[in-house]
């Protein structure tokens, strides 16, 4: 039996089933997973799904602090003895993160990076996974420099997205996971020799026994509306505003097109300016009748909306690998979404999706159009998305990359 740390931020947020999906992919690879956050998310956007009860109950959280946390911390580096004193120490001067007050924010993180190795070592941890490169990274470089546990990184977006000191960050790593080779690409031209030697491009996945349809996909027929079905959070990068242009621009062609976009604001604290702008938009546009905002959703629901929905679409400016995409493509609902990022490294433009371009409202509503003018093409990227997802794309792919690290 292999034991793991699995830290994920603000866990279990809105766009983490693929977490649990791999906790528990590893989990029957004999892999007994230990789940770490920073801390709870924010209300808003706490996932909703069937799991998220049962994920918060096994998570063990290291914010907000407790005295009792600190203390662990703190012994832990004291325990550590001269030699990881010296390197927590050089660890915090040698960090590229700014001024004095970017330090002292160090050395918080460093003490939380004490806590974590304290209950590594108490639990037993082979190994610490990390699914971020910001903050969480920095708590396992420190637990790594208290107690010399090895850590691998998991990078889901542009490196810029995850603040400064990447290369410290990535130069303790035991090996590092990318989600597409466009990151892995720019990942090793940014750090030169500080890449770990072994850096995986991960395919991702869904689980196809789950995201699979109750009845054969119906194109649209003309009659009714032509329903879109959209997930993914409310953030300007989504380009969810596009979409709703496009929505528009279909109904000046005669397409009766009907979206439901699911996802909530991710901006912190109480405020959704991202929200209050969409909602603007569509009133704008007097969309109120065509266009639901439906917030943050469950499984179940998502599953509901594409098995109705005639296509799914998704108009990201950068989309590193699309989760959403995948279970849309598993569910055999054709996709329209732009070349973006690692979107094309999944959809092959005419063959198992159409693929648009970025910050063009006029092509998304064109490719969303050949679905819905065209049913015999619609049937083929159902069926050829859903072909390529069994194939390829199946949710224990990275848990097996991750078992055969270990492994070695």
């Known amino acids: 039996m292999i034991r793991l740390g699995y830290l994920v931020p603000e866990f279990p ?19 007994e997973c230990d789940i770490v956050s920073t801390r709870p998310p924010a209300k808003k956007l706490m996932s909703q799904h069937a799991w998220s009860d049962e994920a918060t109950a096994r998570t063990t959280y290291l914010a907000p602090p407790t005295v009792l946390g600190m203390l662990d911390g703190l012994g832990a580096i004291i325990m ?33 990076g004490g806590r974590l190795a304290a209950i590594a070592r108490r639990r037993q941890w082979k190994h610490l996974q990390v699914h971020s490169c910001a903050d969480s990274a920095h708590v396992a470089l420190f637990a790594h420099l208290v107690s010399g546990m090895p850590y691998s990184l998991m990078l889901h977006g542009p490196l810029e997205d995850y603040g400064p000191n990447q290369a410290m960050k990535w130069g303790n790593a035991a090996f590092g996971i990318v989600v597409n080779h466009k990151l892995l690409a720019e990942l090793r031209a940014a750090l030169g020799a500080a890449a770990p030697v072994e850096i995986d491009v991960a395919t991702m996945g869904v689980n196809v026994s789950i995201f699979h349809r109750s009845a054969p996909y119906r194109p649209w027929d003309g009659g009714g509306p032509f329903r879109i079905f959209s997930c993914g959070r409310l953030n300007p990068c989504k380009g969810h505003g596009d979409l709703i242009q496009a929505v528009s621009l279909l109904r000046d062609k005669g397409v009766d097109a009907h979206l439901e976009i699911a996802g909530a604001d991710d901006s912190p604290g109480h405020s959704q300016p991202m929200l209050e702008k969409l909602e603007k938009q569509i009133d704008v546009l007097n969309l109120k009748d065509r266009v639901v905002l439906l917030g943050t959703v469950s499984e179940q629901v998502v599953l509901e909306g594409l098995e109705k929905s005639h296509v799914f679409a998704l108009a990201s400016l950068n989309e590193p690998r699309s989760v959403a995409i995948m279970e849309a493509m598993a569910m055999g609902t054709p996709v329209v979404a732009t070349r973006s990022g690692g ?22 509503a064109k490719g969303l159009e050949l679905v819905a003018r065209d049913g015999n093409l619609a049937t083929r990227l159902a069926s050829a998305g859903r072909e390529k997802i069994v194939r390829s794309y199946q949710s224990d792919q990275n848990a097996r990359n991750i078992l055969r690290h270990l492994e070695n």
């Open 13 to 31: 947020g809105q766009t983490h089933t693929f977490f649990w999906r791999e906790l528990n992919s590893l989990a029957e690879m004999g892999v």
């Open 80 to 112: 550590c003895g001269p030699a990881g004193w010296w390197r927590v120490m050089r660890g915090v001067a040698k960090s590229k993160v700014g001024g004095l007050k970017s330090k002292a924010r160090l050395v918080g993180l460093a003490v939380a």
């Open 343 to 364: 979107t094309a490294e999944t959809v092959d433009d005419g063959v198992d999706g159409i693929l648009v371009e970025p910050l063009n409202p006029t092509d998304v």
